[in-house]
Structure formats: structure tokens, C-alpha cells
């Protein structure tokens, strides 16, 4: 009820509305249908596969939320709406990571990471915190971090393209949209203590984000529905070169083929090692970044990132 009563029998605590589920779905699956059409049309499915999923998941989350809206006492509905809606923002965090890697492999002599190293380390670290709930604001700050390093690095050398510009702005608004979401989440499960049996007015100890359902459509649907629209209109392809070996020379113009960035080392290293460090004590691992032959190299004054071929 809007007057933050337990409704008798709901599983939800209140009535859930029955008006708001449908444009988000509808929006959600629009949304993923055009991420789908993007991805093909982009041929970018390597970097952005994850946003038409995560919409998928989220329309049907909100359809079946519908559905709870006329029947819910049905315990099973809500727990697969649940799941859909909550189990898709990890999802769009992961489209990021690939978006941030993607990006760092398009400047590589800024990244302070092997930019195929982005996804296993941050990825890995989310699936940690999820569990733990609340820590995922950490895995946020160390997204901004890399992000915030690389940016930094690539203005003070005045090679800042606009293309980058607009990728990086993208990506810091859609992880501060998830990281309100997160905190959201997290004062959540801090505010759903048990309620004590026996009790008729126990529910009256519950937080206000548990007994109004208002909380739910501002902080998690609005935000996510903002996030994937977003990702629409600024759609990483439209700024970034389809291949991975396609880079911005250090002059910040001009466009050259490379042999990419490769990592020889098995998936276990790049968790245990992700920033290579091991590999940099190692005696005849390290190499002349292959940047630092194209003819540019000098237009930085050799303060390039300090990279090897590992």
C-alpha cells in the first residue's frame, strides 16, 4: 500500500504497481533490440554482446513483475522476476569492462593495465563482491581508477582524441548510474533485518526502501533502463575502429595498424598478476613495445606507458 503497510498475503510486503512494469519492459526490449541490430550493423558483438542480453533479461523481469503485479501472492514469480532484475546490472557492469579494455587497447601506450587484462581482474573481483553484497563499491572505484589514470594520462600528452573523450564520459556516467544502484542495494540488505515473530506491528522496524516500492523504480529500474538507452545513443563502435590491432598513433590524429596487444601468459597469471609485474622481474620477458616503433614514439618525449610484451 502507498502508506508503507504490509499488504495481507503479498509476497513483495506492498501491492506491487501493475502500471509501471510495462513501459520498462517494452522500453528494455526496444532497447535490446536495437543493442542486437548494433551489434550486427557494428559487427561488435566482441565488445558489446552483454547489453542486449542484460536488456533481454530485464524485459523479462519486468514482464513477469506484470504478472506479480495481479498475482502476488505467487512466491515463484517474484523470486524469477527478482532474479532477472537483480542478476542484470552485473551484467552491464561486465559491458563496461570490455568497453574500458576496448578503449585501452585503442591508446595502449597509455593503459596502466594489459587491456585484455581489464575484464578477467574487474570481472573476477564483481563476482567476489557480489557474493559479499555491499563491496561492490570497491570494484567501482577501482574501475574509475584505471579509466581516470588512462584519461589523465592521454590529456596531459595532448592525445585526448575526441573519440576517446566520448567513450570515457559514456562509461564514468553509466558506472556512477550503477554504482547509485549499488548503494542502493547495499542499504537494502542492511535494512532487512529479520522481523521478529509474534509480533502483529514487527513490520514497522522495517526501512522505508522495504515498504515503499517507490525506492525500487528510482534507484534500480530508472537508472538501469538510462544506462541501456545510453549505450544506444553513444554506442562504443561509433567512436572506436572495429579491429583491436587499429590504434591512435601518439600524435593523437592518426590511425595505425599494429600487431595487437597480445598476453602469453595463461589465465591464472593475468588474476594472480593482472598489472604484470611478475613477468617484469622475469629475464628476457620484456620487449620494445610495439608502439615505440611506428615513427611517433618521439612526439611524447618518451613518456609513454611503461609496457612489454609479455
Same mark, same amino acid.
Given at each position: 500500500m502507498a502508506d508503507g503497510t504490509p499488504v495481507a498475503g503479498s509476497v513483495w510486503f506492498y501491492a506491487p504497481t501493475n502500471v509501471a512494469p510495462i513501459p520498462f519492459a517494452v522500453l528494455?526490449?526496444?532497447s535490446g533490440v536495437f543493442h542486437l541490430w548494433q551489434c550486427i550493423h557494428y559487427k561488435s558483438f566482441r565488445v558489446t554482446a552483454y547489453l542486449p542480453f542484460c536488456c533481454a533479461l530485464f524485459t523479462a523481469g519486468f514482464a513477469l513483475r506484470?504478472?506479480?503485479?495481479?498475482?502476488?501472492?505467487?512466491?515463484?514469480?517474484?523470486? +524469477?522476476?527478482? !532474479?532477472?532484475?537483480?542478476?542484470?546490472?552485473?551484467?552491464?557492469?561486465l559491458a563496461n569492462y570490455h568497453?574500458?579494455?576496448?578503449?585501452?587497447?585503442?591508446?595502449?601506450?597509455?593503459?596502466p593495465i594489459h587491456p585484455g587484462r581489464v575484464l578477467t581482474t574487474l570481472g573476477s573481483l564483481s563476482a567476489i563482491v557480489e557474493i559479499l553484497n555491499a563491496l561492490g563499491l570497491a570494484v567501482i572505484l577501482l574501475f574509475y581508477s584505471l579509466a581516470a589514470l588512462f584519461h589523465r594520462r592521454c590529456a596531459r600528452a595532448g592525445v585526448a582524441h575526441p573519440r576517446v573523450r566520448a567513450v570515457l564520459y559514456t562509461l564514468y556516467i553509466s558506472m556512477l548510474l550503477i554504482l547509485a544502484r549499488t548503494i542502493y542495494r547495499a542499504v537494502e540488505h542492511f535494512a532487512a533485518p529479520?522481523?521478529?515473530?509474534?509480533?502483529a506491528d514487527a513490520w514497522r522496524s522495517l526501512s522505508p526502501i522495504i515498504r515503499y516500492e517507490w525506492f525500487f523504480w528510482v534507484f534500480e529500474a +530508472?537508472?538501469? !533502463?538510462?544506462?541501456?538507452l545510453m549505450w544506444n545513443a553513444r554506442h562504443p563502435r561509433r567512436y572506436l575502429p572495429q579491429s583491436y590491432k587499429v590504434y591512435l598513433a601518439q600524435d593523437g590524429a592518426t590511425e595505425v595498424h599494429g600487431p595487437g596487444w597480445g598476453d602469453k601468459r595463461n589465465v591464472v597469471m593475468t588474476l594472480v598478476d593482472p598489472f604484470g609485474f611478475l613477468a617484469m622481474c622475469e629475464k628476457g620477458r620484456r620487449g620494445e613495445?610495439?608502439?615505440?616503433?611506428?615513427?611517433?614514439?618521439?612526439?611524447?618525449?618518451?613518456?609513454?606507458?611503461e609496457g612489454q610484451v609479455v
Open positions: 528494455f526490449g526496444a506484470e504478472v506479480g503485479a495481479f498475482d502476488y501472492t505467487n512466491i515463484n514469480i517474484y523470486l +524469477a522476476s527478482t !532474479l532477472l532484475i537483480y542478476m542484470s546490472p552485473p551484467i552491464l557492469e568497453i574500458l579494455g576496448r578503449t585501452l587497447y585503442y591508446v595502449p601506450y597509455f593503459s529479520a522481523v521478529a515473530g509474534g509480533q +530508472a537508472p538501469m !533502463l538510462v544506462n541501456a613495445p610495439f608502439w615505440e616503433g611506428n615513427g611517433y614514439h618521439h612526439l611524447l618525449g618518451g613518456k609513454g606507458a
